[in-house]
């Protein structure tokens, strides 16, 4: 599945403030969410969000995943070191301008320019064990640019709503509509060099707007730049991977959902 590529390479941005969870006192990549036994003879221990993003890639052969964090978020390379007990190769780079995931995400552009790429968000939990094994079959079989994971929508209002044809080429992606007729959104990715090349320039094009602009907060989210790459011509498709929607421990609310706490 991997031989048109160096390698596949997992990219997790793990940036954010979590400003809608402000009672935090670290990063919520790093919460506890249930446990776990690693075999008969070991107790269990906890078991943090990003730890299940970790396993989905791993379980996909992906041995090796860059964490783009932004300053003070130490927690997390204090938790995970080197990625060792994971079974999991990690490096860490730095946010450099603040305008939004793809703009995190576009600091790895140098390590990882020639690369598949497996996107997972380390504060979505999800089921689906084979995910990323399936986008990337898919994309072997389709030699799509993108290949989006699509999930079941339980709160369309906060979430990227994707529109697809029968043959589930994506058509728009709809970023957090108020209502909508569409049931499913992306919560992860494959993408290849020709995405991955595309947004480094589409950065670079609109980056001088977000410039002027950063005092107001406006961020870029990734649907924008996945949908202004099917505006200019890239192939992305979708696969459905769980009958279940993903939980955005981000959203207030959903964190207690995963931990069951109040």
């Known amino acids: 599945m991997k031989a048109q590529f160096d390698e596949v390479i997992g990219l997790i941005p793990a940036a954010g403030r979590a400003t809608r969870l402000?009672?935090?006192?670290?990063?919520?990549?790093?919460?506890?969410i249930g446990?776990?036994?690693?075999?008969?003879?070991?107790?269990?221990?906890?078991?943090?969000?990003?730890?299940?993003?970790?396993?989905?890639?791993?379980?996909?052969?992906?041995?090796?995943?860059?964490?783009?964090l932004r300053e003070g978020k130490w927690d997390i390379p204090a938790y995970f070191g080197d990625g060792t007990a994971c079974g999991i190769h990690l490096a860490y780079l730095m946010m450099g301008l603040?305008?939004?995931?793809?703009?995190?995400?576009?600091q790895a552009y140098p390590f990882v320019q020639h690369s598949l790429?497996?996107?997972?968000?380390?504060?979505?939990?999800?089921?689906?064990?084979?995910?990323?094994?399936?986008?990337?079959?898919?994309q072997t079989e389709t030699?799509?640019?993108?290949?989006?994971?699509?999930?079941?929508?339980?709160?369309?209002?906060?979430?990227?709503?994707?529109?697809?044809?029968?043959?589930?080429?994506?058509?728009?992606?709809?970023?957090k509509p108020?209502?909508?007729?569409?049931?499913?959104?992306?919560?992860?990715?494959?993408?290849?060099p020709a995405f991955t090349h595309f947004m480094h320039?589409?950065?670079?094009t609109i980056r001088s707007s977000f410039e002027t602009d950063k005092d107001n907060g406006r961020e870029l989210h990734v649907g924008n730049?996945?949908?202004?790459?099917?505006?200019?011509?890239?192939?992305?498709?979708?696969?459905?991977v769980s009958d279940k929607p993903y939980v955005d421990i981000g959203v207030p609310g959903n964190l207690e959902k995963v931990t069951g706490k109040n």
Not at 35 to 41: A, G, L, R, V
Not at 178 to 192: D, E, F, K, P, S
Request: glycine share 6%; net charge negative.
């Open 225 to 240: 730049v996945i949908q202004a790459a099917i505006d200019h011509g890239l192939k992305v498709m979708a696969l459905p």
């Open 143 to 175: 030699h799509a640019d993108v290949v989006l994971g699509l999930f079941p929508a339980d709160q369309p209002e906060h979430v990227d709503m994707v529109d697809t044809g029968d043959d589930f080429r994506v058509r728009q992606i709809i970023i």
């Open 117 to 138: 790429i497996a996107l997972g968000f380390p504060d979505i939990i999800f089921g689906a064990d084979d995910a990323f094994a399936k986008l990337i079959a898919t």
């Open 35 to 68: 446990s776990e036994m690693p075999d008969d003879s070991a107790p269990a221990h906890p078991k943090v969000a990003c730890e299940y993003l970790l396993d989905h890639l791993k379980k996909a052969r992906i041995n090796k995943a860059y964490i783009v």
């Open 201 to 204: 320039e589409y950065l670079l």
């Open 178 to 192: 108020a209502q909508t007729t569409l049931r499913h959104t992306w919560g992860i990715a494959v993408w290849t």
């Open 98 to 106: 603040p305008h939004g995931p793809p703009f995190t995400l576009d």
């Open 22 to 32: 402000p009672s935090l006192t670290g990063s919520k990549e790093v919460i506890p």
